[in-house]
Structures are given as C-alpha cells and as structure tokens.
C-alpha cells in the first residue's frame, strides 16, 4: 500500500490517497465528519414546532455531563416530529443552533422559535459522543 497525493483533473489541490495493490486509488477517511443537509419548507416546520404539537411529539430538556449543562437534548422523538423532520434522533444533544449555544429553558424556547423564522439552521449535535455539524434548509 502506497500513500501519495492524486491531483484532480484540473491539476489543482491534491487530495491524499492510498494505492491498493492493484495500483487503484482509495480515498483515505476524512478526519471531520460530512455536513448532513436537510431542505424542508416552512410551513412544515410552523406547524411541527407549534407547542401544541411539540409537547406531545418529543421530550426536550438541557443535558448535563460532569455537573455542567453542555446542550439540550432530544428523547422521545415520533416519526412525525419536528425534530424527526429535521433530521435530528432521539438521544442527541444540540449544542449550539446558528452559533448559540442551547443550554438552558430559555434557549429552547429560543430555539423553537428560531426554527419556524430563520432561513437556514445550523446545529452543532452531539450524537453518541461524535460531534457532528448539521444544516437544515428551510423553503417558503
């Protein structure tokens, strides 16, 4: 196995590959985890994040690890949740949305309502220990 820098087609920036040995390029792993992007439109969202509707579809409540509040977490989260449709799973903990950090009772309710106006949403989520960034595309 050869370790080597493959330039793309148009000679630009390198990206690091492995040879096999059958002299096939394997990209090697990226070290930070890909982006997941979800598009969603605003109506869904309105409506999935009404406090109707969030009261009964998930449990949301600020986490606390080594007696320091690092986020909030999502339990209980139905199929046809908000959360569900934002792509975020039962046992995350979101800890900032659009660079704000979530940590207290007032910061979900921040957070609720930054999810039904803002264009565009940009989670920071813990997801069994591995934090991954995550973006959420809102249509009118």
């Known amino acids: 196995v050869l370790l080597m820098a493959m330039a793309d087609q148009s000679g630009s920036a390198a990206t690091p590959s492995v040879l096999l040995p059958n002299n096939t390029p394997a990209p090697l ?7 997941a992007v979800v598009t969603l439109k605003r109506q869904q969202l309105q409506h ?15 986490c606390k690890r080594n007696d320091q509040v690092v986020g909030i977490q999502v339990n209980y989260i139905t199929p046809d949740s908000g959360y569900a449709k934002l792509g975020i799973l ?3 903990v ?9 940590r207290t009772q007032d910061d979900i309710h921040w957070a ?22 995550h973006q959420v595309q809102v249509n009118p």
């Open 90 to 92: 039962s046992g995350d």
């Open 94 to 102: 979101i800890s900032t949305l659009n660079g704000r950090p979530l």
């Open 29 to 35: 792993p990226s070290s930070s985890p890909k982006v």
């Open 48 to 62: 999935s994040f009404s406090s109707a509707e969030m009261a009964r579809l998930a449990v949301i409540q600020p």
């Open 112 to 133: 609720n309502q930054e999810i039904v106006s803002a264009p565009n949403l940009n989670f920071q989520i813990d997801r069994k220990g591995q934090l991954l960034p």
